[in-house]
């Protein structure tokens, strides 16, 4: 398999966020100002869970063994990090000890809880979002808005999905979205981005039954209900950033080429090798390029495990979680007015 260039050192996966320094008034993870400084992160083993039961006994499971992010008093100044070890957390969460969550299961529903809880104890308000799935079960979106200062009325959506498909216990789809989500949740809790956000963690994206049509339930659902009163102005997917040779900013070619245009320009500022690919939409940007929307599906590519038993945690690269992440915090870093006004002409 062909190898993209990674760096090969752990103490250069934890990153500054540049525009994110300043001011905070409060955070989790910080570091000391120096440069050298390393996250500490409480090593606290998940207890391994063997009950066939799921529901509330398994969230409190995982929700209490996960250590929670410490939070402090305002310290100024601050620096707010990447910890990609919380990322594998989450992932660990999910796809180990949750496992297989197929779309509108008991265990989809508690991954979502697991994230609700995790997005709360960042001082963060979700909510949840139903929707009925094919077969009769219901399903569930975790949504939560991140506000820019000053708020925006024109917003973007950054979004990954909660479910596998089974037998996959989905480590690279998409326990390695969510955790990169969540991971960039908590920086943006403590420091706000640079355009109101609103983070959605998708239920049930992967088909559930023999119709080939029958997928990305929470993605549509959410995309028909977008709010008049804001203005959507791009929406960008988290899926599949764990494993595989090749990044990409990917669309169906469908919709305005705008918002991908955008993060490839950002990936050649910040030496991060990543093209375009066009495709079917398989994943969570379908129904908003479909009505229009600037759209970028940002994935790593092609893990040969997908939808297998072996998409396993133990085949996730940190350094690829890095890079998505960087690519990410890179993008809004830099995200002009005239960037924002080009998304804006370019959506409905
Ligand atoms: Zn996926």
Redesign the pocket.
């Known amino acids: 398999m062909a190898e993209t260039s990674h760096s090969g050192s752990l103490n250069l996966l934890l990153f500054l966020v540049p525009l994110l320094i300043v001011g905070a008034g409060c955070t989790t993870t910080t570091s000391n100002g120096s440069d050298d400084s390393v996250v500490s992160q409480e090593e606290t083993a998940i207890p391994e869970f063997r009950g066939q039961g799921t529901g509330d006994a398994l969230l409190d499971s995982i929700l209490n063994a996960t250590s929670d992010v410490e939070t402090t008093g305002p310290v100024a100044p601050v620096a707010v990090t990447f910890d990609v070890e919380a990322a594998m957390d989450h992932i660990e969460a999910l796809a180990v000890d949750i496992g297989v969550r197929v779309a509108g299961s008991a265990e989809e529903t508690v991954a979502a809880e697991y994230i609700r809880g995790k997005l709360e104890g960042m001082g963060l308000a979700p909510a949840i979002e139903t929707f009925p799935v094919d077969g009769g079960r219901t399903s569930r979106n975790v949504v939560v808005d991140i506000a820019s200062a000053p708020e925006t009325t024109r917003y973007m959506i950054l979004g990954g ?1 909660i479910d596998s498909k089974s037998p996959a216990p989905g480590a690279n ?2 326990a390695s979205g969510v955790g990169v989500l969540l991971e960039l949740a908590r920086m943006w809790a403590a420091v706000p981005p640079p355009i109101d956000l609103q983070l959605v963690f998708y239920g049930a ?1 992967e088909i559930v039954d023999s119709d080939p049509d029958h997928h990305h339930y929470g993605s549509r659902a959410h995309a028909a209900a977008l709010p008049a009163s804001r203005d959507l102005i791009g929406m960008v997917s988290v ?2 950033v764990g494993v595989g040779p090749d990044l990409h900013a990917r669309s169906m070619s469908r919709g305005p080429a705008t918002l991908y245009n955008q993060f490839l320009t950002v990936a050649e500022d910040i030496g991060l090798k990543a093209s375009h690919k066009s495709g079917p939409g398989f ?1 969570d940007h379908e129904p908003y390029e479909v009505k229009g929307y600037p759209v970028a599906w940002l994935q790593y590519r092609l893990s040969p495990d997908g939808h297998t038993p072996r998409d396993t945690i133990d085949k996730i690269d940190r350094n690829r979680l890095v890079d998505v992440t960087r690519w990410i915090t890179a993008y809004f870093d830099g995200l002009s007015a005239e960037m924002i006004n080009d998304l804006a002409g370019n959506s409905p």
Request: proline share 0%.
């Open positions: 999905h789809d998409n994206e899926d599949d994943s």
